[in-house]
C-alpha cells in the first residue's frame, strides 16, 4: 500500500434525508480517505429482476472522488432480493433445520445455478459501472461469507462425486475408513447414499463440513474470477474474514478454511469485533490481525471494526486511538469501521458507527479525528509494517471439526467443557500477555524450519505425513510444544491404534492409555520448585512481602488430563493426587539436535505462563520484560527501521524502559535514549522508530 487506509462503510441509500455533502465534509474533517459501498444493497442495485440502477452508487463515487476519498466496491450477492426467491424459492439454503425462510441476510445456497446466474450478472454489470473509475482502489468479493450449513439435494449430489474421487470409486475403502459398520451405517451402493444431515458417524460427518467448506473457496474464486476480468492492475481484490462469534470475534472460522478461501485474493481482508470498556485487552485484534497476516505472510486490510458498535462497547475516551494503532502493529495497512453513521429502521439499528443516530460530532467521532491527523502525518512510516516472527501457532479446521464432534464435554463433577478454540485462545492470550508475537502456521505449510518454536494446541486430527513433518522439525534441531489431544486420529477422525500420541511418541517420548477429567487433582515436580524459586527471588529484588506462592487453585489440572507415563522423556510436572501421582503431566524430551515438550492437562494461566517460558528459553526465543496491560508489538517499516508499539491496556498510567539503541518517537518526534522511561497515560501509546 502506498498510504494507510482509514475509512468506513458509508450507506447513502440508508440516510433519512440527502446529506451526501455533509457526510464528505465531516470525512474530510476526520481524515477518512476511504469508503467502502456497494457490498449491502443487491435488491436497491436491481429491484426488478434484469432491472437495474446504480444511481446511488454512481452518485457517491461522484461525490468521493471529488473530495479525493478512495472507494472500495463491495459485490451485493451476501442477501439476495425478494423477487429472487419469489420466483425461485429454492435459492434459500437447505439445512439441518430445513430450508430458510426469507429475511435475513445470507440464507442463499451459494452453489445453486439460479442463483450463481443473478449473482453473476449484477456483479458484472457493478464493473461495468465502477471498474473503471479513478477513485475505485479495490473490490470486496461477497461479505463475511460461509458455507451456511448449505445441505441441500444438488450439494450432497456433489458431496457424493467428492467422495468418490477421494475414494477412487472404492465404496470398501470408504466404509473401512469411516467405520461406517457401526449401527449398519454402511453404504454398498453409490446411489444408496443417505441424507448426510441424519449422519451420526463422526468421520462421516466431519468429512461433509470439510466438503462445505471448499465450497466457500469455489465460491470466491469464482467470484474474484469475475472481477479479475474488469479490474485495473493497480486495484487489489479482497474479501473480510471473519472468526467464530462468541458476541465478540474469538476463533477459528468452523465453517471456512481461511488459508485456502484466501488464495483467491490479491490481499487479505478481515473484520475484528472485540470487547470494550473494561473489558478491553486487544487480545481479539492481535488473534485477529496475525491469523490474516498469516494467511498470504503479508499485510492485510481491516475491513470492518467497531467504532461505537453496540451501547456495551461506547469506547472510553482513548480506547478507539488505542485499538486503532493496535491494528497497525498487527501488520494491517487500514482500519475501516462499521460503520459511519447509524441506521435508523432493522436488524442493526443499534450497532452505531462513528456517527450516532442525529448525525452530530461526538466523543468517538472527535477522536477519530485525532487518528485521521495523526496518520496524515506519520502514516508513511507506519504502513507496510513488516514482522519476523521466531514462534509459530499451528491450527487446524480438521481438528476443530473433530473436536466439535468428540469434545471434552460437560459432565456432573463441574467440567464445562471445552472445544478447540478454547485451548488455542488459552494458549494464544497467555503468548500475548507475555508479548511473544507469533504467526500461524497450517498443516500444508511449509519451510518449518524458519521458526525457532512451533506450538501444536489440541491437533486432534492429522495426517500422518504432517505427524512426520513435526518429527523432522524436533530432529532438525526445533524446538515443539504439544497439548492433550494431539495426534489423537487421523484427518478422517479414524483413532490411531497405536499407542498414543501416534508418531509423535516418536520425538515426544512419552506415551498414554487413559485420560479423566480431573477431580481434586494437583500438580507438583521440579518446574513448581522453580517457580516457586522465581517468585521469591523476585520479591528479594523488589524488596516485597514474602507471599505463600502461588495460588493453590492455578496449580490444579483442569477440564481433562492424560495419563502420561514418560519413556525417554523427563518429568517436569506430575500429579499430585493419590491416585494419579505415579503419572507425569508435563515432560520435556530431547531429539535429535531439538526438544519436544508434551503438557497432558489444562493449567490455570498463571501456570501456563510459566511453562511457555520454560519452552520459549529452551528454543532461545527472547522473551520481554513488559507484560500486560502493557504490550509491545514491532516489525520494519518501509524506511527500513524497527518499530516499536507500546500499548497501555489498563486505566492506569504504566512505565516501561527504552533499552534499545536511540529512537524517534514518532507521535512527538522526540528523541528517545538508552535506559530513558516511556510513560503510558491509561489507555494510550507511544510509538518509537530506532534501529533494530
Known amino acids: 500500500m502506498k498510504e494507510l487506509l482509514f475509512g468506513a462503510a458509508y450507506y447513502d441509500e440508508y440516510m433519512p434525508y440527502d446529506r451526501l455533502d455533509q457526510d464528505v465534509a465531516l470525512m474530510k474533517k476526520a481524515g477518512i480517505n476511504t469508503v467502502r459501498i456497494a457490498e449491502s444493497t443487491w ?28 472507494v472500495i466496491i463491495g459485490t451485493p450477492t451476501y442477501a439476495v432480493p425478494a423477487w429472487m426467491v419469489k420466483s425461485h424459492p429454492d435459492v434459500l439454503v437447505t439445512t439441518a433445520k430445513g430450508r430458510a425462510l426469507y429475511g435475513s441476510r445470507q440464507i442463499m445456497d451459494i452453489t445453486h445455478p439460479v442463483y450463481l446466474f443473478y449473482a453473476e450478472r449484477v456483479i458484472r454489470k457493478l464493473m461495468e459501472c465502477t471498474a473503471h473509475r479513478k477513485c475505485v482502489i479495490g473490490f470486496q468479493i461477497d461479505n463475511e461469507t460461509k458455507n451456511y450449513g448449505t445441505a441441500g439435494k444438488n450439494v450432497q449430489e456433489k458431496f457424493v462425486k467428492y467422495l468418490r474421487e477421494k475414494f477412487h470409486n472404492d465404496l470398501d475403502a470408504m466404509n473401512h475408513e469411516f467405520g461406517l459398520d457401526y449401527w449398519s451405517n454402511r453404504i454398498d451402493a453409490w446411489e444408496d447414499f443417505p441424507d448426510i444431515r441424519g449422519t451420526v458417524n463422526g468421520s462421516l460427518g466431519a468429512e461433509f463440513e470439510k466438503f462445505q467448506r471448499t465450497l466457500v473457496d469455489d465460491f470466491l474464486a469464482w467470484q ?10 493497480d486495484q487489489f481484490i479482497t474479501h473480510n474474514f471473519d472468526f467464530e462469534w462468541r458476541g465478540y470475534s474469538y476463533g477459528v472460522q468452523p465453517e471456512v478454511n481461511h488459508y485456502h ?6 490481499i487479505a481482508g478481515v473484520d475484528i469485533y472485540h470487547p470494550s470498556q473494561d473489558e478491553l485487552t486487544g487480545a481479539e485484534i492481535a488473534f485477529g490481525g496475525d491469523m490474516s497476516r498469516s494467511l498470504k505472510n503479508d499485510n492485510y486490510l481491516v475491513i470492518e471494526t467497531e ?6 462497547w461506547t469506547p472510553y475516551r482513548g480506547q478507539l486511538r488505542l485499538q486503532a494503532y493496535s491494528h497497525l502493529a498487527s501488520g494491517a495497512d487500514s482500519v475501516m469501521y462499521w460503520h459511519w453513521h447509524s441506521i435508523h429502521n432493522s436488524m442493526e439499528t443499534y450497532w452505531k458507527g462513528l456517527l450516532s443516530h442525529d448525525f452530530e460530532e461526538n466523543e468517538t467521532y472527535r477522536e477519530a479525528c485525532v487518528i485521521g491527523q495523526e496518520w496524515k502525518e506519520t502514516g508513511s512510516h507506519l504502513v507496510n509494517l513488516k514482522k519476523h516472527n521466531d514462534v509459530a501457532i499451528l491450527v487446524s479446521n480438521e481438528a476443530l471439526t473433530g473436536l466439535n464432534w468428540f469434545g471434552i464435554e460437560a459432565s456432573a463433577d463441574g467440567n464445562h467443557g471445552i ?50 513433518r513435526l518429527n523432522q522439525y524436533v530432529a532438525d534441531g526445533g524446538t515443539l510444544f504439544v497439548t492433550f489431544k494431539t495426534a489423537f486420529s487421523n484427518e478422517n477422525l479414524k483413532v490411531s491404534h497405536d499407542v498414543q500420541p501416534h508418531i509423535l511418541r516418536q520425538c515426544l517420548g512419552v506415551k498414554y492409555h487413559q485420560f479423566a477429567f480431573p477431580k481434586h487433582v494437583g500438580l507438583t515436580g521440579k518446574l513448581l520448585q522453580c517457580l516457586h ?14 507471599g505463600k506462592g502461588y495460588l493453590a487453585s492455578d496449580m490444579q489440572a483442569r477440564i481433562f488430563m492424560e495419563l502420561l507415563l514418560p519413556e525417554t522423556a523427563e518429568t517436569l510436572l506430575s500429579y ?64 527500513g527501521k524497527t ?9 492506569e498510567k504504566q512505565e516501561v524502559s527504552w533499552q534499545h539503541s536511540e529512537g524517534t518517537e514518532l507521535l512527538t518526534g522526540q528523541k528517545i535514549q538508552t535506559g530513558e522511561t516511556l510513560a503510558l497515560e491509561p489507555w494510550n501509546l507511544r510509538i518509537v522508530e530506532g534501529e533494530d
Open 43 to 70: 435488491s436497491t442495485c436491481e429491484p426488478q429482476e434484469g432491472v437495474f440502477d446504480f444511481s446511488h452508487v454512481e452518485r457517491v463515487m461522484d461525490a468521493m472522488e471529488e473530495a479525493g476519498i478512495h
Open 643 to 651: 518499530v516499536r508499539y507500546y500499548l497501555n491496556y489498563s486505566p
Open 576 to 639: 499430585d493426587h493419590y491416585n494419579w501421582g505415579e503419572y507425569a503431566a508435563f515432560t520435556r524430551n530431547s531429539y535429535g539436535k531439538g526438544t519436544a515438550f508434551y503438557l497432558g492437562c489444562m493449567t490455570g494461566e498463571e501456570l501456563l505462563t510459566f511453562i511457555l517460558e520454560t519452552v520459549l528459553q529452551a528454543a532461545g526465543v527472547e522473551l520481554p520484560q513488559e507484560c500486560f496491560p502493557v504490550i509491545v508489538r514491532k516489525g520494519k517499516n518501509d524506511y
Open 307 to 312: 467504532a461505537q458498535g453496540w451501547p456495551g
Open 261 to 266: 478461501a484466501a488464495r483467491a485474493l490479491t
Open 533 to 546: 524459586g522465581e517468585q521469591q527471588k523476585r520479591e528479594r529484588s523488589e524488596g516485597t512481602t514474602p
Open 419 to 468: 472445544r478447540y478454540n478454547d485451548v488455542l485462545r488459552w494458549i494464544y492470550d497467555v503468548l500475548y500477555r507475555m508479548n511473544v508475537e507469533c504467526d500461524f502456521i497450517w498443516p500444508e505449510s511449509e519451510h518449518l524450519d524458519k521458526y525457532k518454536a512451533i506450538i501444536v494446541p489440541a491437533l486432534y486430527a492429522a495426517p500422518d505425513d504432517l505427524l512426520q
Open 224 to 233: 474474484a474470477a469475475i472481477v479479475s476480468e474488469y479490474r485495473r492492475e
